[in-house]
């Protein structure tokens, strides 16, 4: 089981970016997946969660209505469109996945997820 995520890089403060994670070694459509992120100093942050049930998503305050999440599951991939950065938002992004069909019902955290990506670095600056 392997995640990969990419798409990482340097932007502008009101940029966008587009980090992508494909999964292989298993079917993604009975997996809930998501995505984090971890600033230099800080714990890992979990910001965003779909579910592979019906699509429902999660977001953590500090991205909501900047963010979104999406998947295909015939590609094995997920995204996370990142919208009106800033430089708070700088930081490794890691995709995770677990073999559960929704999301937690109260935001995410590490221990909510078993298959992890190797993280892609986000940099917001001008």
């Known amino acids: 089981v392997q995640l990969q995520a990419s798409g990482g890089g340097l932007v502008q403060p009101g940029g966008s970016l587009r980090l992508s994670c494909t999964a292989s070694?298993?079917?993604?459509?009975?997996?809930?997946t998501g995505w984090f992120r971890q600033a230099p100093g800080k714990e890992r942050e979990g910001i965003s969660c779909?579910?592979?049930?019906?699509?429902?998503?999660s977001y953590a305050d500090s991205v909501k209505g900047r963010f979104t999440i999406s998947r295909d599951n015939a590609k094995n991939t997920w995204l996370l469109q990142m919208n009106s950065l800033k430089p708070e938002d700088t930081a490794v992004y890691y995709c995770?996945?677990?073999?559960?069909?929704?999301?937690?019902?109260?935001?995410?955290?590490?221990?909510?997820?078993?298959?992890w990506g190797q993280g892609t670095l986000v940099t917001v600056s001008s």
């Open positions: 995770a996945a677990e073999n559960r069909r929704r999301c937690p019902a109260i935001g995410i955290t590490v221990s909510d997820f078993g298959f």
């Open positions: 070694g298993f079917a993604l459509d009975a997996y809930a």
């Open positions: 779909i579910s592979s049930s019906d699509g429902s998503t």
